[in-house]
T-cell receptor
């Protein structure tokens, strides 16, 4: 079974621009979560989508948004990029196992804002 | 209350030794405690997980010990190998994963 795929893998953008990142979950997984990973703040939860609806949201400004399509693929968008948005953005798809949602991560998109 | 505190920040172990990483939490609503392993340039990979109704879970060389009353859990890596050198994250979850700050493990031959 193919794992979680994320595109693009690397991205360089300029302050003020916007960016869209894409995630394809493991086949059959309906939940997709997004995380931001930085050396200073570690792994932080952005939001989760399930069946095209945002089910949960972290403490990030409204510049960060996402959506999920009917095939469970998800995109996240960051508008008006700031230098501090430079990070590894990780997508995880989930399956219910033993009463808990196991999350499986993709390789991430490395975003650099200059 | 949503924090998960992880220690140590870094760990150096000799090949064949035992690596121990500890985590503590405050929120008693957490009901799922996974550990992730991350190699440079890769996403975190689910290693092993435990629910609070179990005190210990073992998978191969990896064991989670869980102390509900102390609100602590730990990862033990037995017979540590150079290939185990990576960053390890504990996490706790109710409806979303809250991650610890990570432990960089280096195993020397």
């Amino acid at each position: 079974k193919a794992g979680v795929t994320q595109t693009p893998r690397y991205l360089i953008k300029t302050r003020g621009q916007q960016v869209t990142l894409s995630c394809s979950p493991i086949s059959g997984h309906r939940s997709v979560s997004w995380y931001q990973q930085t050396p200073g703040q570690g792994l932080q939860f952005l939001f989760e989508y399930f069946s095209e609806t945002q089910r949960n949201k972290g403490n990030f400004p409204g510049r960060f948004s996402g959506r999920q399509f009917s095939n469970s693929r998800s995109e996240m968008n960051v508008s008006t990029l700031e230098l501090g948005d430079s990070a590894l953005y990780l997508c995880a798809s989930s399956r219910l196992a033993g009463g808990s949602y196991e999350q499986y991560f993709g390789p991430g998109t490395r975003l650099t804002v200059t | 209350q949503q924090q998960v505190k992880q220690s140590p920040q870094s760990l150096i172990v000799q090949k064949g030794g035992i690596s121990i990483i500890n985590c503590a939490y405050e929120n008693t609503a957490f009901d799922y405690f996974p550990w992730y392993q991350q190699f440079p340039g890769k996403g975190p990979a689910l290693l092993i997980a435990i629910r609070p109704d179990v005190s210990e879970k073992k998978e191969g060389r990896f064991t989670i010990s869980f102390n509900k009353s102390a609100k602590q859990f730990s990862l033990h890596i037995m017979d540590s190998q150079p290939g185990d050198s990576a960053t390890y994250f504990c996490a706790a979850s109710t409806d979303k994963l809250i991650f610890g700050t990570g432990t960089r493990l280096q195993v020397f031959p």
